[in-house]
Nanobody
Framework: QVQLVESGGGLVQAGGSLRLSCTAS????????VGWFRQAPGKDREFVAA????????YYAESAKGRFTISRDNAKNTLYLQLDGLKPEDTAVYYC???????????????????????WGQGTQVTVSS
């Protein structure tokens, strides 16, 4: 059974930092595109960042550029999202997601599409106070 488990969320003041982790079990995702999405109350789920199986390839939403950093440790089958300079509007449940296809050549723009991903975690809450 494949599972993605997020951790690292919490309550932080504006300007603060958090580091989210997503650990996979049941299969390896070292050759897959993996990413982060978030969903704020009353809003649709939105793309945050993704990283290719060649870790040098990353893709960020405009709202994440310059503040968030996505990385992966394939030896640990773990995905990370470093959140710096947090703002109240970053408050949301953050989800990690993984594409089941190994060595995908999907276009970079498609990495932001939720329907590209086959596996999802249960989410971790990030709350930023003003």
């Amino acid at each position: 059974q494949v599972q993605l488990v997020e951790s690292g969320g919490g309550l932080v003041q504006a300007g603060g930092s958090l580091r989210l982790s997503c650990t996979a079990s049941g299969r390896t995702f070292s050759s897959s595109i993996v990413g982060w999405f978030r969903q704020a109350p009353g809003k649709d789920r939105e793309f945050v960042a993704a990283i290719g199986w060649r870790a040098a390839s990353t893709y960020y939403a405009e709202s994440a550029k310059g503040r968030f950093t996505i990385s992966r440790d394939n030896a640990k089958n773990t995905l990370y999202l470093q959140l710096d300079g947090l703002k109240p509007e970053d408050t949301a449940v953050y989800y990690c997601a993984a594409d089941a296809r190994p060595y995908s050549r999907a276009a970079l723009s498609s990495w932001a599409r939720a329907d590209m991903y086959d596996y999802w975690g249960q989410g971790t809450q990030v709350t930023v106070s003003s």
